[in-house]
């Protein structure tokens, strides 16, 4: 059976909640043995599965076996009594466990959704800081520099048509007379 053909959500559907959590731990390798990874024909001891999954029995691994997830090669005839022998995914199953083992838990989820929303709205404020940041100077590169007045006049003018800043080799955006009738107007 190739992969394309398993329905996993039909048979996610279909688990008891202690089959699904059986699943998602093989598909999330907490059980031992399963060598060769999360796929067909791998798989372990049935005690030992069992005891990994924190089962008191086989039943669990039984029903997963009727739900096509699992193979079952019994060790003895009295091991079929004690889900003994040994547990082998199906295609099937291995397609189920690492479907499983991809999805989120719902507090992982909600963890995630909250982690991604604090981020946006962390990115959201730094790009208003950003352009509220907008550089009011610009740097003087010599003596004979000229600048594009970012005031009203939008006039390329020479260097000392705009004021002097805090900070040395640095002048304001706006030359003086924008600058000036802004701050009259206001
Ligand atoms: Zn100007």
Redesign the pocket.
């Known amino acids: 059976m190739s992969k394309q053909q398993i329905d996993t959500a039909a048979i996610i559907a279909n688990l008891t909640t202690k089959g699904r959590e059986a699943m998602t731990a093989i598909g999330r390798r907490k059980v031992s043995f399963f060598d060769g990874g999360i796929v067909e024909g791998e798989g372990s001891w049935g005690e030992v599965l069992t005891g990994d999954l924190g089962h008191k029995s086989s039943g669990v691994l039984v029903r997963l076996k009727a739900l096509g997830l699992f193979d079952h090669i019994p060790a003895e005839e009295q091991d079929m009594q004690n889900g003994g022998g040994w547990w082998t995914l199906t295609a099937a199953g291995a397609a189920v466990a690492n479907a499983l083992a991809a999805e989120q838990s719902p507090a992982t989820k909600a963890k995630a959704d909250v982690a991604k929303g604090t981020k946006a709205a962390e990115k959201a404020v730094a790009a208003v800081k950003a352009a509220t940041r907008a550089p009011r100077t610009w740097t003087v590169t010599g003596p004979d520099a000229t600048h594009k ?1 970012e ?3 939008g ?1 390329t003018l020479p260097l000392k048509r705009f004021p002097t800043t805090k900070v040395t080799g640095q002048r304001g955006v ?2 003086r ?2 600058r000036d009738s802004r701050l009259a107007i206001n």
Do not use: L, P, T, V
Request: proline share 0%; net charge negative; with cysteine.
């Open positions: 007045c005031g009203a006049c006039q706006e030359c007379s924008c």
